[in-house]
């Protein structure tokens, strides 16, 4: 144990990764002007801060694979970067734009959505090593603050206030810190096969697909955001009789295995 202590202090002296860590410092950045802008009621600008911190989170990991820069430095900075732009910031952008009314139940719902984050990545950290790449294991924060700065995009597009559906707003709060810390799996998107050759519609699609977003943005952003929201509960409930029959037959084995012993 302290021959890791010693290991850890000596790598710290001889310094750390700079670009990887710049990335994963303009997350952090985003995400305290996303909380700045929400108190002050620049609710826009806040949603908008989560999306930059979101392109900063992704680059920093991508990055520091690219130039082999990863450190046990930058992945305990980066979980600490993304609870302030993913959870404390988002928790209040929902807070002071629609929660703030519901008193007692609004505030506890924009903790809940921080301690649920707080969780999932405690978690996350620990199942790295051990869980599926292609799945997550419960939604990312990433997500579930992107689908907030979604929401407040699309009322501000529509011109609806925060006023509207404000119901809605504080059950979807409470659904995205249980989808967070529940075994409902997640698609990645760090499958390999993703950035080998696909076939040409694949290009013509993604052209199309970024054609539309261009042309609607917080529509788009928002439609695309609540369908991977609900991608983890619909396929969980799809897969459900799947997983139920493979339990049984695997109780049954183990049954008679106990029986063949005896």
Same mark, same amino acid.
């Given at each position: 144990m302290s021959e890791q202590k010693e290991s850890r202090s000596e790598s710290m002296r001889k310094g750390i990764y700079i670009l990887p860590n710049l990335f994963t410092t303009g997350s952090l950045f985003a995400g305290? %002007?996303?909380?700045?802008?929400?108190? #002050?009621?620049?609710?826009h600008t806040a949603a908008i801060s989560i999306f930059a911190a979101l392109i900063c989170d992704g680059l920093d990991g991508k990055v520091a694979r690219a130039t082999g820069t990863t450190s046990k430095? =930058?992945?305990?900075? $980066?979980?600490?970067? $993304?609870?302030?732009?993913? =959870?404390?910031?988002?928790?209040?952008?929902?807070?002071?734009?629609?929660?703030?009314? /519901?008193? +007692?139940?609004?505030w506890l719902a924009a903790f809940l /959505?921080?301690?649920? =984050?707080?969780? +999932?990545?405690? +978690?996350?950290?620990v199942q790295v090593e051990t869980v599926e790449s292609k799945r997550f294991t419960g939604l990312p924060i990433p997500a579930a603050?992107?689908?907030?700065?979604?929401?407040?995009?699309f009322f501000h597009h529509m011109g609806w206030p925060s006023s %509207? &559906? &404000?119901?809605?707003?504080?059950?979807?709060?409470y659904f995205l810190a249980f989808l967070?810390?529940? #075994?409902?799996? %997640?698609?990645?998107?760090? $499958?390999?096969?993703? *950035? &080998? &050759?696909?076939?040409?519609?694949?290009?013509?699609?993604?052209?199309?697909?970024?054609?539309?977003?261009?042309?609607?943005?917080?529509?788009?952003?928002?439609?695309?955001?609540?369908? %991977? *929201?609900?991608?983890?509960? *619909?396929t969980f409930l799809v897969t459900l009789p799947r997983r139920r029959r493979l339990e049984k037959a695997i109780h049954k084995v183990n049954a008679d295995g106990g029986k063949k012993k005896e």
């Open positions: 305290f %002007y996303g909380m700045v802008a929400g108190v #002050s009621g620049d609710f430095f =930058g992945v305990e900075y $980066d979980s600490l970067a $993304d609870l302030v732009a993913f =959870g404390v910031a988002p928790g209040l952008l929902m807070y002071f734009w629609a929660l703030k009314p /519901f008193g +007692r139940l609004g /959505f921080v301690v649920c =984050g707080a969780l +999932r990545l405690a +978690r996350f950290n603050a992107s689908m907030v700065a979604a929401t407040v995009l %509207y &559906k &404000k119901l809605a707003i504080l059950i979807l709060i967070m810390v529940s #075994s409902v799996k %997640y698609y990645s998107f760090k $499958d390999p096969e993703l *950035i &080998k &050759k696909q076939p040409f519609g694949f290009l013509v699609l993604a052209v199309l697909l970024l054609i539309i977003i261009a042309a609607e943005p917080a529509i788009m952003m928002f439609g695309l955001f609540v369908c %991977y *929201i609900l991608s983890g509960p *619909i």
